[in-house]
């Protein structure tokens, strides 16, 4: 159960795109279309931002998208705007009812 | 509008024990599984546990195996968390989440600070 590998930190400038990589393995990530992200404001609860490695929930923007290959699952913010700056986590399961996060990503907005 | 509210936690000596509630309203509580997610102080997220829509099926991450036990009582659309022989690594911020298909989690509570230490 080792946590998914997520870059420490990514910035873009308003207006435009970034891409957030969480890496696994081929018993978690690659395994099963059940890759999630979530944003997380300071001091607030996590909010689900993409399901299935690239549904969105009713209500989230239509800027923010998933993806994945093989091991590797990629969250895209387009148009970044100074709301999107917060932390972000993937999570996927991992098989036996049980889940692994990412070890997050902070995304600053410059 | 679906909303989950975690209660119990607090401050509690290494060793000692300590049970979270979390109380749920605005869906149909016994269709979902369940489960409780924990973020220590500025460090990230980590699965804790999670439990079938009636109660027959829980896992656990394999560090509190042993130590926490996941319940529901599905008539009071309640989750728990029974916490024993707490650790310092235990403390957290623990969040109880919906968990649709038992596949991801929508929404989160807002948590409660457990703080393990003497």
């Known amino acids: 159960q080792s946590a998914l590998t997520q870059p420490a930190s990514v910035s873009g400038s308003p207006g435009q795109s970034i891409t957030i990589s969480c890496t696994g393995t081929?018993?978690?990530?690659?395994?099963?279309?059940?890759v999630s992200w979530y944003q997380q404001h300071p001091g607030k609860a996590p909010k689900l931002m993409i399901y299935e490695d690239t549904k969105r929930p009713s209500g989230v923007s239509n800027r923010f998208s998933g993806s994945k290959s093989a091991n590797t699952a990629s969250l895209t913010i387009s148009g970044l705007q100074a709301e999107d700056e917060a932390d972000y986590y993937c999570?996927?399961?991992?098989?036996?009812?049980?889940?692994?996060f990412g070890t997050g990503t902070k995304v600053t907005v410059l | 509008e679906v909303q989950l509210v975690e209660s119990g936690g607090g401050l509690v000596q290494p060793g000692g024990s300590l049970r979270l509630s979390c109380a749920a309203s605005g869906f149909t509580f016994d269709n979902y599984w369940m489960s409780w997610v924990r973020q220590a102080p500025g460090k990230g997220l980590e699965w804790v546990a999670n439990i079938q829509q009636d109660g027959s099926e829980k896992y656990y991450v394999n560090s509190v195996k042993g130590r926490f036990t996941v319940s529901r009582d599905n008539a009071k659309n309640s989750l728990y968390l029974q916490m024993n022989s707490l650790r310092v690594e235990d403390t957290a911020v623990y969040y109880c989440?919906?968990?649709?298909?038992?596949?991801?989690?929508?929404?989160w509570g807002q948590g409660t600070l457990v703080t393990v230490s003497s």
């Open positions: 081929s018993s978690d990530v690659g395994s099963y279309n059940l």
């Open positions: 989440a919906r968990c649709p298909r038992g596949s991801w989690f929508d929404p």
């Open positions: 999570c996927s399961y991992a098989g036996s009812s049980t889940y692994v």
